[in-house]
């Protein structure tokens, strides 16, 4: 018996969809049949990824999100809902780290990861949620998905972005949390913990001697592609995950086993 991957008529909000993963998770959305709701602050980048899946018969809307501005959050959710129509998916995705010894991390450093990984991520989900929920109680069979990108890197420490690992920690344990409080109102809220994935953004880091060198330490001694993490993505968005729920899921080729 087979699974069939079917979103139309589904509306999907990716955050941090201007790059890396969130531009392939919307991709990915998109060629499934969700319409599409492209987030970030990059609005340039996010009107290019708009045109390319337009060109390849999806469909896709463009807000502006700033995921540390809690005034923006609210507006770009409901200007997403006024664009697309209700959503049914939040990709929970806006991240950023920083490299460093946690004697050498400022306020400021501290603050730039937090209020993006833990404090901004919580917020997009409750302002999304507390639509859902509101839809939930005129029609209790109704079904929502949120997944939340941690990291491997919340399940383990890694060397030089402690801050980063302790802000993903925070979603890890805030996923279950809204998994518990929110399931009975036909929410399913679940994390994905990706190990290294290669990007445009790491792609020279892991060319260096020091990225191979990091390399060579992994049990199959090779980094991901955005493009491994799609069937997980698919099968957590999807009806068929009705029983997922407070998840928390790694997808990181054995590295974190060892």
């Not at 087979?2 to 008529?9: D, K, L």
């Not at 997403?80 to 400022?106: F, K, M, R, W, Y």
């Not at 020091?210 to 390399?215: A, F, P, S, T």
């Not at 928390?248 to 080729?253: N, Q």
Request: glycine fraction near 8%.
């Amino acid at each position: 018996m087979g699974i069939e991957v079917n979103f139309e008529g589904k509306i999907a909000l990716i955050t941090g969809a201007s790059s890396g993963l969130g531009a392939r998770f919307a991709k990915v959305m998109a060629k499934a049949g969700a319409q599409v709701v492209l987030a970030s602050r990059r609005i340039d980048r996010l009107k290019e990824l708009r045109a390319e899946i337009e060109a390849e018969g999806g469909a896709a809307h463009v807000v502006c999100l700033d995921v540390t501005d809690y005034a923006s959050i609210k507006s770009a959710i409901a200007h997403a809902e006024t664009e697309a129509g209700p959503i049914d998916i939040l990709v929970n995705n806006s991240g950023v780290s920083t490299t460093q010894n946690l004697l050498d991390v400022t306020p400021e450093d501290y603050a730039y990861v937090m209020d993006t990984n833990q404090r901004g991520a919580f917020f997009v989900a409750q302002e999304t949620a507390k639509r859902m929920i509101a839809r939930a109680k005129g029609d209790p069979n109704k079904q929502h998905r949120i997944i939340n990108i941690a990291s491997v890197a919340g399940l383990r420490i890694l060397p030089k972005i402690g801050i980063y690992c302790m802000s993903k920690a925070a979603v890890v344990h805030m996923t279950k949390s809204m998994a518990v409080e929110w399931g009975r109102y036909g929410i399913n809220v679940n994390a994905i913990c990706p190990g290294y994935i290669t990007t445009e953004i790491n792609a020279e880091y892991f060319a260096s001697e020091e990225g191979r060198k990091l390399i060579n330490m992994l049990p199959r001694r090779r980094v991901g592609l955005p493009e491994d993490l799609d069937g997980l993505l698919l099968l957590l968005a999807g009806d068929e995950s009705r029983f997922i729920n407070g998840t928390i899921i790694t997808a990181d080729d054995g590295m974190s086993a060892e």
